[in-house]
């Protein structure tokens, strides 16, 4: 080692002392993200067990790195969506958070039309329950580079504008008169024999089907499984 009086002159006990800072700040960051990630992990967990959580109750938000596929394990099979980040950032991050939390696990599709679309999300199964991850209903991200073109678009089921929470629809054919008044946020990218199969099931006058569908769990995931 050098001695005080040179350190001093020269100036390397000085860049020792910000090194020593910057180690001892980068430590703390570690530890705090450290602490970050087991308090999400044990969120998610406490989700996991206690099924469809009501929002609020989980606090676990996922990002786009995170999660660009939403996995959809329902009683029907499987069904991979990779979700459109880009264009409905806000869909994408209520969505997948969800489906994080487990919001979405035990939740029926309560709403089949043949030949026009899937509907679920709604703990409630009667078409107006649901809340979002932001504790109110939020605005539409309607992009005009989407359209409804056909079976497997992923778009957020609404009331009126601007009045998104949790439920959700897949197409099963084209529907142009929807375009700028449902947000897209994504599409199905493997499991679409499961929502056909879906599409075909038998309804009541109003639409429910007679036999319940149900998503069992739902997960986030970086790739198709």
């Known amino acids: ?36 990630e087991m308090e999400q992990a044990l969120a998610l967990a406490e989700a996991r067990h206690a099924g469809a959580v009501v929002s609020g109750v989980s606090r676990v938000v996922v990002t786009a790195e995170e999660a660009p596929y939403v996995i959809l394990e329902t009683s029907m099979g499987k069904i991979v969506v990779e979700l459109y980040w880009k264009h409905a950032p806000k869909s994408c991050q209520n969505f997948a958070s969800l489906a994080a939390r487990g919001y979405y696990d035990g939740v029926k599709f309560h709403r089949v039309i043949p030949g026009f679309m899937i509907q679920g999300g709604d703990p409630t199964a009667t078409g107006k329950g649901g809340e979002s991850i932001y504790g109110r209903k939020f605005e539409d991200e309607c992009h005009r580079d989407l359209k409804h073109t056909g079976a497997g678009i992923l778009s957020m089921a609404n009331s009126g504008p601007d009045t998104n929470a949790s439920q959700f629809f897949v197409l099963l054919a084209p529907t142009p008169w929807l375009d700028g008044k449902h947000t897209i946020f994504g599409r199905v990218a493997a499991g679409m024999q499961v929502v056909k199969r879906l599409g075909q099931i038998v309804t009541d006058s109003n639409d429910r089907p007679v036999d319940d569908v149900k998503i069992l769990r739902s997960s986030v995931t970086t790739e198709v499984p």
Do not use: D, Y
């Open 1 to 36: 080692s050098f001695p005080a009086h040179i350190l001093a002159s020269s100036g390397l006990g000085s860049r020792r002392a910000v090194r020593h800072q910057c180690l001892r700040s980068e430590r703390v960051s570690e530890t705090v993200r450290q602490r970050r």
